[in-house]
């Protein structure tokens, strides 16, 4: 039996993972048999901050490696050969990354390289098409390949793994950390940072919440999405479209230059999540092609209609609680109006159960990492 804490070092970089990770970080900060380290790449600053402050979560190391018109190779050999260093000096037991980031497959090679475990949460996940999305699929299935421990959020996400002949012996089932996140946002008498969001008739409008900001869809897809929001608005008197804006420029020119002051549609700056989860809360639909969307609004039992072409989240389709829109105008106003006007359609999405959860992944990753190290001797269950 280990006597001493295990040393655990969770990387993140962009406001995706550290919502995500924020719940298992805090877990892992309370439980006496841990030494909780965080090292963030800052590879989205601004939206990293902003959770970092809602978690009151102070990393240990900051790597600070933003820079405008980033590519994808100096993300990757700046967080690489700044997580070398951390590792060098930190020297965790395990190492946690998150999802398909490219800081996660940057921190998978580090700890490859530096000789330390290295637990995968969120593992699993597969679109099995490397350039949808890109280069989330190919940073997920190369972190996989590395990956000591693999915190499969569902069941499926097991099978994926089965299937490129990973040890079953590493694999558990753990749920997903984004709804440990969700539980914990939502209030009654919710006060929005944005002021124009706690004005708004959410009992007499149906709201529909939008985000789309994916790399494959910058260009036309992106201007092909807010065609669509512009024909939903002109045909729905009853519809109010908010679309809090990602603040990449290749997406802040395209949507302001199609949807500005357009009537039935408010743009805003991007939410943090708390902002994020209480207004998917008050709304009717959301359509999006964010992958922790498709997670959190099912939650919420809100219908999800998804900006992408492939999802590597199928669980929500088989459930029902998510539908494949792509990125063509016509089916997406189709779609969307489907939902709006067929209320049985509707409610057959809305109280499908969410199948990515229940609000205890943190704490069962937290037990599996004390099964891995021999700190308790019966393997935790898995997430049903």
């Known amino acids: ?3 001493d804490k295990i040393k655990v070092m969770s990387v993140f970089g962009t406001r995706p993972e550290a919502t995500k990770m924020g719940p298992l970080v805090k877990v892992l900060e309370k439980d006496d048999a841990f030494s909780s380290i965080v090292c963030v790449t800052a590879q989205h600053r601004g939206m990293l901050d902003e959770v970092l402050e809602i978690f009151d979560i102070k990393p240990d190391y900051d790597l600070d490696i933003m820079k405008e018109g980033q590519s994808l190779e100096y993300i990757t050999t700046s967080a690489l050969n700044g997580l070398c260093k951390v590792i060098d000096e930190a020297k965790p037991d395990l190492l946690l990354v998150h999802g398909d980031t490219t800081t996660s497959f940057a921190g998978s090679l580090a700890a490859f390289y530096r000789g330390v475990k290295l637990g995968h949460v969120e593992a699993g996940l597969r679109s099995y098409d490397k350039l949808r999305p890109y280069p989330e699929e190919m940073n997920r299935k190369l972190t996989g390949v590395l990956a000591d421990i693999h915190f499969a959020p569902t069941h499926k996400a097991k099978e994926n793994l089965y299937k490129e002949n990973i040890n079953p012996n590493d694999i558990f089932v753990t749920g997903n950390t984004a709804v440990d996140c969700v539980k914990d946002s939502f209030k009654d008498n919710f006060i929005f940072k944005r002021d124009i969001l706690n004005d708004i008739d959410y009992k007499g409008k149906k709201i529909i919440t939008v985000t789309a900001h994916r790399r494959e869809n910058l260009g036309e897809p992106l201007e092909n999405i807010c065609k669509a929001l512009r024909i939903i608005a002109d045909e729905n ?12 420029p290749a997406v802040k020119n395209t949507v302001y230059s199609i949807l500005s002051e357009i009537k039935g549609i408010y743009l805003t700056e991007a939410l943090d999540f708390v902002d994020l989860h209480n207004l998917m809360a008050r709304s009717y639909l959301i359509l999006t092609d964010s992958g922790g969307l498709q997670e959190e609004a099912p939650a ?11 999802t590597e989240r199928p669980e929500g389709l088989d459930a029902g609680t998510l539908k494949l829109a792509g990125t063509d105008k016509d089916i997406i106003v189709k779609m969307t109006n489907e939902l709006l006007k067929n209320p049985s359609e509707y409610n057959r999405m809305a109280m499908a159960k969410n199948p990515f959860g229940d609000g205890f992944a943190s704490k069962r990753i937290a037990e599996i990492i004390k099964y891995c190290f021999k700190i308790i001797d019966k393997r935790p269950d898995d997430f049903k």
């Open 1 to 3: 039996m280990q006597k």
């Open 237 to 248: 008197d009853d519809v109010l479209v908010i679309y809090p804006v990602h603040p990449n």
């Open 300 to 310: 919420f039992n809100k219908p999800v209609l998804v900006l992408r072409e492939v």
